[in-house]
């Protein structure tokens, strides 16, 4: 099971179900990937922070991150030779909400567990556009905001100092 994650097993003698299929997220088939993304950041502050990075890491290493309250979108494409051999999208770590939208078309959610997604209906041959958007927590936000005794009392004072916190997708990125 991934962080967070629940599972509800039901015991039943009189019904029977489908037998539960548990996500294969490895294999010989699958492919990390490692294209370019931009970063589109919509903070709680009405700012717009634009990025452009190489390769997914934790944005608090980032000085125009370090503080982000809000929602983070990432965009890559990447190529698919047969759409019909590729289930799954698992975007490793994730330190915040996840929505995943793949050639515009909705995937899905998850708040908690692993980030594993069923993608092959959204799939094409070729080139798919990918887009993650990750809605952060106001922990780091609230750290800098040095004048407001409430945040400064959740965040730093009164208690133990809490650290920055993670943000953002990290990843890998896979696609199996």
């Known amino acids: ?14 019904k029977e179900g489908p037998v539960y ?3 294969n997220i490895g294999g010989t088939q699958g492919f990390a990937l490692r294209n370019p993304w931009s ?3 919509h903070h709680v502050n009405g700012t717009v922070v634009k990025d452009k990075i190489d390769q997914l890491k ?35 770590k994730v330190d915040g909400v996840s929505e995943v939208f793949i ?4 995937a899905g ?3 908690y567990g692993r980030r ?8 094409n041959n070729g080139n798919n556009d990918l887009e993650v958007k990750v809605t952060t927590t106001m922990g780091n936000y609230l750290k800098s905001l040095t004048d407001n005794p409430v945040a400064q009392f959740w965040t730093n004072q009164g208690r133990t100092i809490q650290p920055v916190q993670p943000i953002g997708l990290v990843g890998p990125v896979s696609i199996y």
């Not at 099971?1 to 009189?14: C, H, Q, R, S, T």
């Not at 050639?103 to 909705?106: C, E």
């Not at 594993?116 to 799939?123: A, D, G, N, Q, T």
Request: hydrophobic fraction near 40%.
């Open 21 to 23: 299929q548990p996500v």
């Open 109 to 111: 959610a998850k708040w």
């Open 116 to 123: 594993i997604y069923s993608v092959r209906k959204f799939l």
């Open 58 to 92: 934790d944005l608090k290493e980032f000085p125009q991150w370090v503080h982000f309250c809000g929602s983070i979108v990432y965009r890559t494409n990447f190529d698919v030779g047969d759409a019909r051999k590729v289930e799954w999208l698992n975007l490793g």
């Open 39 to 41: 970063l589109t950041g």
């Open 1 to 14: 099971m991934g962080p967070a994650d629940l599972k509800l097993i039901v015991f039943d003698n009189e």
């Open 103 to 106: 050639n515009g078309k909705n």
